[in-house]
Nanobody, 125 residues
């Protein structure tokens, strides 16, 4: 599975960006696609995930109410709409996918088998 992520950029605080991640395989069944981020000097952290089976969405507390993850089945794509961005959202954002995760492991990057290249999001104050 190959993942292609894009959509990062430079935005002022309070602005919005939409990240896109497209998988090279058909996304269905137990497929899960998620977003993680890593800021300089910090560990990688979970941001959001979408579980195809049932359409459940998962968010980190730090982004709830500001970020929305959605999907496009026909395009094998997941989006991360990021609104009201803050300087602390600045990071490289990575798309990840797997088809074996349980709900309890969905927030752990080490559980994902497939990763896309990162896309840099910079939020200026």
């Amino acid at each position: 599975v190959q993942l292609q992520a894009y959509g990062g950029g430079l935005v002022q605080a309070g602005g919005s960006l939409r990240l896109t991640c497209t998988a090279s395989v058909r996304t269905s069944g137990r497929f899960i696609m998620g977003w993680f981020r890593q800021a300089p000097g910090n560990e990688r952290e979970f941001v959001a995930a979408y579980k195809w089976d049932g359409g459940s969405r998962y968010y980190a507390d730090s982004v709830k109410g500001r970020f929305t993850i959605s999907r496009d089945n026909a395009k094998n794509t997941v989006y991360l709409q990021m609104n009201n961005l803050k300087p602390e959202d600045t990071a490289v954002y990575y798309c990840a996918a797997d088809s074996r995760l349980t709900s309890s492991s969905i927030r752990y990057g080490s559980e994902y088998d497939y990763w896309g290249q990162g896309t840099l999001v910079t939020v200026s104050s």
